[in-house]
């Protein structure tokens, strides 16, 4: 995913997540950028509870590390990079329940 497609997270969150009454189509590729995130945000979470469960040596270092460097590649502070992660968590599963919706 490249930087200008995470720059529109905020406005997708803004239109899609904060507001839940709204009529706003999103765009496949829209759709896909939260689940991109979404993924690679669950991804990052499983890490930290596999670290939390296992206590591999130098793991937490490592663990901190990768996130603070994603968040450093997007522009963002760790925790923006967080809370966009359980944006994106939340605009998924959204996503996900409007279309079990239209099965």
Known sequence: MNL???KLFPLIF???VGNANA???L???EVMSISKMAGA???LDLMIHFQKTTKISGGNEFVTR???TEAARLGLS???YSDQC???IEAYDKLWNVMEATK
């Open 4 to 6: 200008k497609c995470m």
């Open 78 to 80: 760790m925790q923006a």
């Open 66 to 68: 990768f996130w603070a």
């Open 27 to 29: 765009s496949i590729q």
């Open 41 to 43: 945000c669950g991804i």
């Open 14 to 16: 803004i239109l899609f």
């Open 23 to 25: 009529q706003k189509e």
């Open 86 to 88: 359980n944006q994106s």
